[in-house]
T-cell receptor, first 112, second 111 residues
Framework: SQTIHQWPATLVQPVGSPLSLECTVE??????LYWYRQAAGRGLQLLFY??????ISSEVPQNLSASRPQDRQFILSSKKLLLSDSGFYLC???????????FGSGTRLTVV | QKEVEQNSGPLSVPEGAIASLNCTYS??????FFWYRQYSGKSPELIMS????GDKEDGRFTAQLNKASQYVSLLIRDSQPSDSATYLC???????????FGAGTRLFVKA
């Protein structure tokens, strides 16, 4: 069966510090991978998606970046965090096509 | 700007009643429609998907789709306190790679 792992679960970082969140999927190959952010009491905002190794599409221009160094690994990064980067970060995967997402357990990031 | 609109609620129903959740979307080319359940502090969980007009039933859940009206709904029969959560409507865009989420409807089921 397929599983998705996301870590860390919680993170408190000072403004201006770097960020690296990692997501891995097991039990499938060539998944579509996604990073979403959910601000407190708000909906999910799509940040990045990837349909293959090295292929990244950005939805929101900001100080975040994403990379997909391996087929089942998706990394979200920042060189310098802003207060507005606080939120609940969710990685998700889906098979190629139109099926629904399976989400990771999420990372709650607080920038102080 | 492609949008998915939901009533934020909260929607409060007594235990055993039917809860009705509604959603409208703007992209006429959308082909896939989903409902996710999100408990407080947790990640969303897919509970229903629907791809063609009409009703789709799965246990106590029924999803309804009307593409002409750009309308999706979710009915929860015999509501239980454990159904209390935020329900997110989601629609895949015309290209099929991106899913747009509504802000969610909070549901409270009173015992």
């Amino acid at each position: 069966s397929q599983t998705i792992h996301q870590w860390p679960a919680t993170l408190v970082q000072p403004v201006g510090s770097p960020l690296s969140l990692e997501c891995t999927v097991e039990g499938t190959s060539n998944p579509n991978l996604y990073w979403y952010r959910q601000a407190a009491g708000r909906g999910l905002q799509l940040l990045f998606y990837s349909v293959g190794i090295g292929q990244i599409s950005s939805e929101v221009p900001q100080n975040l970046s994403a990379s997909r160094p391996q087929d089942r690994q998706f990394i979200l990064s920042s060189k310098k965090l802003l207060l507005s980067d606080s939120g609940f970060y969710l990685c998700a995967w889906t098979e190629q096509g139109l099926s629904g997402y399976t989400f990771g357990s999420g990372t709650r990031l607080t920038v102080v | 700007q492609k949008e998915v609109e939901q009533n934020s609620g909260p929607l409060s129903v007594p235990e055993g009643a039917i809860a009705s959740l509604n959603c409208t979307y703007s992209d006429r080319g959308s082909q896939s429609f989903f409902w996710y359940r999100q408990y407080s502090g947790k990640s969303p969980e897919l509970i229903m998907s629907i791809y063609s007009n009409g009703d789709k039933e799965d246990g106590r859940f029924t999803a309804q789709l009307n593409k002409a009206s750009q309308y999706v709904s979710l009915l929860i029969r015999d509501s239980q306190p454990s159904d209390s959560a935020t329900y997110l409507c989601a629609v895949t865009d015309t290209g099929g790679f991106k899913t747009i989420f509504g802000a969610g409807t909070r549901l409270f089921v009173k015992a």
